[in-house]
């Protein structure tokens, strides 16, 4: 017998004398291998575990509806019982921990079979561990880290799963329905859209356009829905690059609360949705939302502006903050119909001054370039937009002469800005629910930069998708992480200080916790 990794290899020796060599030799003929006092031929045992001793995780073929094999792989018997190895812990169990809080674990195992959970979430935890989100780069990962998955999972095997997870469209919506039912009633969400660059081949209608470094490229978009109170993505959508989403804003919400089960929901969108046939179509069917003003944003700010005089004066601030604020119900007449909305318009300390700042370091630069300028150069300085801020020179000769009333007109709406809502609020509360939804941004950012989807790579569309739920399982493990991060820590001992809020970043979890290992001295290996 010989041992091997995870049992024991039968074999048995031939020998045979050789008369013109004078000697004898003997031949090893492998017979087949017992594993658990069961036998199986070499070829059985070929196809059932890799040469390491893994049980090869089998994922159906691109074009099959068939759900994966849910064997649970034996991988930490490769030591035998009595072995002792080890393997890296890194910032696992942390992050296993955050996705447990945050409940994906049970909703994992509710949409998807018990195997192709633990292989959603170690891929999810291996994105955020490794910073990195390549296929080839998980084989590695998981031979050394202690994951949930204990198995084997080559890149073929991991596009196969990809594929599955992209085409079961059921499975990802009830994923959907199930991380609502999180949400407490009468909850505030955020939803966007960014673009991404496509590298798939067969992706549907892709829109071209040019990508953050000046290259032409097919995109798509990528939107997202996240809880307010917590940062938790609650769903994604994805569609081709030529679909305006902000154009059937009151189906898209409609489609939201159908899934929520709910139908009292804030939601909060950005620039771009605050078209009047938007806001005519929430009002006639209820819906409440709070947009941030893009087209109308100056026409509501020097209405509001001329109605309230006091937004430099200390009366109009809003408490806990630097920001001077305003609300103004308006009558807006679309279509032949009428219909209200709540203006808010604010006046930031911070934003005028950066606004300011920008402004007259732009007027310096001109200026230091008119007077070295000769006489052809300065005529083209004339056809620049910025010669507007200045006194007529005709001649050409001596200093630009500022004209401040063009620059009082152009900067006295310098540090405002305005949002809509359809639903009665005052400033400081439109201000507080707006200013919250920066984690809508973040989350995105945290895709972007530390998972590097910023292009979505892939052979096939049905295997981008489901890359993409993985991402989404790892962006609610970050979110829920930084929200831990971001509560006051208590020592037991009173005399020691508390550990202030936000005082580790994600980051600083997974340098601190890189050399942390386990020793184990059982078959199976359990958080």
């Not at 095997?157 to 990809?162: I, K, S, T, V």
């Not at 470094?213 to 939107?223: A, D, F, N, Q, R």
């Not at 109308?296 to 004066?313: C, G, S, T």
Request: charged share 30%; with cysteine.
């Amino acid at each position: 017998m010989l041992s091997v990794s995870n049992g024991y290899r039968i074999f048995t020796r031939v020998y045979t004398y050789h008369p013109e060599k004078k000697r004898s030799a003997n031949q090893k003929i492998f017979l087949g291998v017992v594993i658990d006092d069961k036998f199986m031929t070499s070829q059985e045992y070929r196809s059932k575990y890799t040469k390491r001793g893994f049980v090869r995780v089998k994922h159906p073929e691109a074009g099959s509806e068939e759900a994966p094999e849910t064997d649970v792989s034996p991988a930490a018997q490769e030591q035998g019982s009595g072995a002792i190895f080890q393997r890296m812990l890194g910032a696992v169990p942390i992050l296993y921990g955050s996705a447990v809080n945050c409940g994906m674990v049970e909703d994992l195992k509710k949409v998807y079979d018990g195997t192709v959970a633990q292989e959603i979430l170690s891929l999810a935890i291996h994105w955020i561990q490794d910073l990195d989100n390549g296929a080839r780069r998980f084989f590695t990962f998981s031979e050394v880290f202690a994951l949930p998955f204990h198995g084997h999972i080559d890149e073929e095997q991991l596009a196969r799963l990809y594929s599955h997870l992209g085409k079961d469209k059921v499975s990802i919506s009830k994923l959907f329905a199930l991380r609502c039912e999180h949400l407490h009633p009468q909850a505030c969400v955020n939803y966007d859209s960014t673009s991404i660059p496509v590298k798939a081949s067969d992706f549907y209608c892709p829109k071209f356009s040019n990508s953050e470094y000046g290259i032409i490229e097919p995109m798509m978009h990528l939107s997202l829905l996240v809880e307010q109170e917590t940062g938790v993505p609650l769903m994604y959508r994805l569609f081709s690059g030529n679909t305006p989403d902000c154009v059937t804003i009151v189906d898209l919400i409609k489609r939201i609360e159908e899934l929520f089960g709910k139908n009292d929901l804030l939601f909060v969108f950005d620039r771009g949705y605050e078209t009047r046939d938007n806001l005519q179509q929430c009002s006639l069917h209820q819906k409440k939302c709070l947009m941030a003003a893009a087209s109308l944003e100056r026409k509501y700010i020097r209405e509001v502006r001329d109605k309230y005089a006091d937004f430099w004066d200390a009366s109009s601030v809003i408490p806990g903050t630097r920001v001077h604020g305003h609300t103004d119900k308006v009558k807006i007449k679309h279509r032949g119909q009428e219909f209200d909305v709540w203006v808010h318009v604010f006046r930031s300390d911070v934003k005028n001054t950066l606004e300011s700042g920008a402004f007259n370091d732009m007027l310096n630069k001109y200026e230091s370039r008119w007077k070295t300028a000769s006489r052809l150069e300065r005529r083209k300085l004339l056809e620049d937009e910025r010669s507007r801020f200045y006194k007529d020179c005709p001649d050409l000769k001596g200093d630009l002469v500022r004209d401040d009333d063009v620059l009082n007109d152009y900067t006295k709406d310098f540090g405002f800005f305005a949002n809509v809502s359809l639903k009665e609020m005052t400033a400081a509360q439109a201000y507080d629910i707006y200013r919250r939804r920066d984690n809508i941004e973040k989350c995105f950012k945290s895709g972007k930069m530390g998972f590097k989807l910023d292009t979505a790579r892939s052979h096939r569309q049905d295997t981008m998708e489901g890359r993409f739920i993985v991402a989404f399982v790892a962006l609610s493990i970050l979110a829920e992480l930084k929200a831990q991060l971001a509560k006051e820590r208590s020592f037991e001992d009173k005399r020691k200080k508390p550990i202030p809020g936000k005082a580790y970043s994600v980051t600083d979890i997974i340098e601190i916790t890189t050399g942390t290992t386990i020793n184990y001295g059982q078959k199976t290996r359990k958080y």
